[in-house]
């Protein structure tokens, strides 16, 4: 049994009412407390949590009590995010920028901070710098590419010391991108499967990837979540949506020749210059006014 009677942890991942808490190097396999489970308490990967009645031996504990989160995804199901790491293909597969512009909203709504990568840039140089260029005034932006490793090293530097989630289509390279930005193989909680008698590579579940000893610092994990669809913006209304785009900040200092413009095409709207001077995509514009669209629709039927 352990010395300590009480432990920190971070949950790492959570199937059949076992959670596998990481804790001063180790994995322990906890059952929470019963007050939890009555008050229908739903711990999550990410959550911080102290841990009790540990057996060093058997590596098993109890979850006692959690910290209080910071944030709270529900799609994937995570909490105390620190980062969303997106990554996107720049030829195959197609990217989805409407998810894209939809993550960034999430991000910021939760303040956690975005990264865009445009991964496999061999496949399409041009456009991965087209991408880049849309996207820059909004959101840190890193080409990379596997086959050479460009990238990687600005991305490790991203990371390092934080809790990411990283969040793409399926195809993107997401995985060969962990694997060649580590440089060696990464402990993970899909090394657990031996006591869940589930496969490594299972997709029903966020995974979170501990980086060995040396390649970065103790605080860093990397969430990958399998299904990602971490947006839920249903809940913004439709005239606070500009608060989430960066390139619109400056139609916040009453610019605009009306106080409530929504920046879809009012006279005077100031939005008109910023597109002029290139600060704000096109593109990215007519998306905003779709998602706009959306959200006025959405907030006239809640109250039908």
Known sequence: ?????????????????????????????CNVRGIFRKEKFKPLPGDRVEITECDDIGKKATISSFFTRKNRFYRPDVANIDKLIIVIASKKPAADFMLVDKMLITAFMNNVEPVLIINKSDQDFTFAQNVFTCYSKAVKCIVANNVDGTGIDEIKGEIEGFTCVLAGQSGVGKSTLLNHMLGIKAMQTGDLSNKTDRGRHTTRHSEIFIPEQGVFADKTLIIDSPGFSMYDIEMIPPEDLSNYYPEMYNTKNGSCRFQDCSHTGEPGCVVVDTLERGDLSSDRYRRYVEIYNELVIKNKNKYK
């Open 1 to 29: 049994m352990c010395m300590q009677t009480i432990k920190e942890g971070i949950i790492l991942k959570g199937i059949g009412g076992l959670y596998f808490v990481y804790s001063e190097g180790n994995i322990y396999e």
